[in-house]
């Protein structure tokens, strides 16, 4: 079954927007196996943007990212990394189609609200910045 990690930025948990938005993904039908409230290092931050790392925008995304606290998760479910990546919407919150998280949520490029992995080599680099291997529980939800 496919995964892809999610995280809630620090405006989405600011605006105390983490359980509205993680509510779209189980209504979906996605499962949640891992999840956690951290605060990112710089370390980890450049990590996990380093494809970012020659662009314009990479350190105020790094100093955006460390700024507050942020909720990691992993979604399971088939297909999760396409359809997770269509409910959050454009990456830029202002042109964004309503009905999307960050449609309906963001107004901006930077404070999008949520990150989502975009492919299974993305997911695979993301995933062991954030959990280890044994804080991703398998269960069955039933279906
Ligand atoms: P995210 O999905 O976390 O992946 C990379 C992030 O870089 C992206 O969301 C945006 O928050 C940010 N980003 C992309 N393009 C720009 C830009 N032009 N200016 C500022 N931030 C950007």
Redesign the pocket.
Known sequence: MEQTLILIKPDGVKRKLSGKILSRFEDKGMKVVAMKMLILSKKEAEKH?AV?KDKP?FN??VSYIISGPIVAAILEGTNCISITRTLCGS?DGSKAQPGTIRGDFSMG??K?II??SDSVESFQYEWPIYFSREEIIEYSSGD
């Open positions: 943007y970012h925008f105020g995304l990456t490029i930077e999008n990150h989502a």
